[in-house]
């Protein structure tokens, strides 16, 4: 037992008693005190493993990293206040630029539909020429069947009623010539009268086709005229 040295207590016993000395009313003397206490640390924990860490080295080291880091904390910090200037500073310029393509745009989409506007006006007008072209022409039909049709049809019932009213008078005239030679001749009397008759139910016949014709040329040209302005007015609700 008397070859052995004696041990080193210094590292076990060191800051145990340092931490029962503090007086807590002297805080002076608590940071002389921890200061100690690290150097009394870095010397135990050098002579423990015999000085193969270098505790001040890692310690300057560290300290470097972190200044680095501190140090590209600002730049980024820098660069991110450069960043949201730039972008503060543009912001007007952009939005300026943004309205100006907003509005080209605008003008081309307005130069656009007035283009395809006016070509729907432009259809639209050879669609209401056409139908007035088509209103004239029923116009110039109903004037025709006014004026020149009715006029040829009354004098063609006109004709009709006089030659009527002179066969009637001659009816009359026989009749009463007949009246006289009644009793010498009633078979000639009733041969002409049933003659007198016929002739006159076939021109009433006459004159009822000529009116069915007319009604149906009419109703005929009519029907194609309608049925073309049917036509334009469906062409006409496709642009309504």
């Not at 270098?54 to 990293?65: G, K, M």
């Not at 066969?167 to 001749?185: A, C, G, V, W, Y």
């Amino acid at each position: 037992m008397s070859g052995k040295e004696p041990r080193d207590t210094s590292y076990r016993s060191s800051p145990l008693l340092l931490s029962d000395s503090l007086d807590e009313s002297d805080r002076n003397d608590e940071n002389v005190s921890r200061l100690c206490l690290t150097s009394s640390y870095d010397g135990a924990i050098e002579r423990a493993l015999g000085g193969g860490i270098p505790v001040n080295q890692i310690q300057q080291e560290f300290i470097s990293a972190a200044e680095k880091y501190i140090k590209d904390m600002e730049l980024l910090t820098l660069k991110e206040r450069s960043l949201l200037m730039e972008i503060k500073e543009s912001l007007p310029r952009e939005a300026k630029r943004a309205l100006c393509m907003v509005k080209d745009s605008m003008q081309q989409m307005h130069a656009k539909y007035a283009k395809h506007l006016d070509e729907k006006l432009n259809e639209l007008t050879a669609v209401l020429t056409r139908v007035e072209h088509l209103h004239e022409e029923i116009i110039e039909f109903k004037q025709w069947e006014d004026e020149d049709g009715e006029s040829k049809m009354d004098s063609f019932l006109q004709e009709a009623m006089e030659k009527k009213l002179k066969i009637e008078s001659i009816i009359e005239e026989t009749i009463s010539e007949l009246n006289q030679k009644r009793q010498n001749d009633e078979r000639l009397f009733s041969e002409f009268s049933e003659s007198i008759n016929q002739q006159v139910r076939y021109s009433i016949q006459i004159i009822e086709c000529c009116l069915q014709k007319s009604d149906i040329r009419r109703k005929n040209l009519l029907d194609a005229k309608l049925s073309e302005l049917k036509i334009v007015l469906r062409e006409l609700k496709k642009y309504a």
